[in-house]
């Protein structure tokens, strides 16, 4: 199982990660992407992470 998580002291709200995610988990809220549905639905694909352009996000294997 994997969780996903967007630190947002260091999300610049370009939401990038959101386009490419298969799971439709991230949102855009107005001013920075967040994690929207339910965190363990993370396939663990990681392309968030590789597109992410601060390191903000953060992929987590229980
Ligand atoms: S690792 Fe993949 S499935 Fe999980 S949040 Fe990132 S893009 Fe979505
Ligand atoms: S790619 Fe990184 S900086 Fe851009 S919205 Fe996603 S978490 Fe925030």
Same mark, same amino acid.
Request: charged share 20%; with cysteine.
């Given at each position: 199982? &994997?969780? =996903?998580?967007?630190?947002?002291?260091?999300?610049?709200?370009?939401?990038? $990660?959101?386009?490419?995610?298969?799971?439709?988990?991230?949102? &855009?809220?107005?001013?920075?992407?967040? =994690?929207?549905?339910?965190?363990?639905?993370?396939?663990?694909?990681? *392309?968030?992470?590789?597109? $992410?352009?601060?390191?903000?996000? *953060?992929?987590?294997?229980?």
């Amino acid at each position: 199982m &994997f969780i =996903v998580s967007i630190d947002p002291d260091e999300c610049s709200g370009c939401n990038t $990660c959101a386009d490419g995610c298969p799971a439709h988990l991230l949102k &855009f809220n107005g001013e920075k992407t967040e =994690v929207a549905g339910e965190e363990t639905d993370c396939m663990g694909c990681e *392309s968030c992470v590789t597109v $992410c352009p601060t390191g903000a996000v *953060s992929i987590n294997e229980m």
